[in-house]
Nanobody, 124 residues
Framework: QVQLVESGGGLVQAGGSLRLSCAAS????????MGWFRQAAGKEREFVAH????????NYVDSVKVRFTASRDNTENSIYLQMNSLKPEDTAVYYC?????????????????WGQGTQVIVSS
């Protein structure tokens, strides 16, 4: 069992930056690849970023490539999402989750142990 707690969200102006954190409990954290997803009001949850168990491979949805960077520190049982050049369309609740089941990293049904989410609001 893994429990995840996101933090770092807030209100920021367009062009600004935020760094999200996701703290995990459980001794098996370092075995799992992890993902970041987001859900805007009235929309379905969408994939944002994926990071491998060792943190040496990352993947992003096209809309955030270059602007967002996923990282992890397995000694701290945490993953991070550095978000730069934020746009109003990045406004959403951001979630981290464990990529528990093998398969495509962008499919949210392959993830488990979702956190409660952290709200990001980007004003224009």
């Amino acid at each position: 069992q893994v429990q995840l707690v996101e933090s770092g969200g807030g209100l920021v102006q367009a062009g600004g930056s935020l760094r999200l954190s996701c703290a995990a409990s459980g001794r098996t954290f370092s075995r799992y690849a992890m993902g970041w997803f987001r859900q805007a009001a009235g929309k379905e949850r969408e994939f944002v970023a994926h990071i491998s168990a060792r943190g040496d491979t990352t993947n992003y949805v096209d809309s955030v490539k270059v602007r967002f960077t996923a990282s992890r520190d397995n000694t701290e049982n945490s993953i991070y999402l550095q978000m730069n050049s934020l746009k109003p369309e990045d406004t959403a609740v951001y979630y981290c989750a464990v990529h528990r089941y093998s398969g495509s990293y962008y499919r949210n049904e392959l993830y488990d142990y979702w956190g409660q989410g952290t709200q990001v609001i980007v004003s224009s």
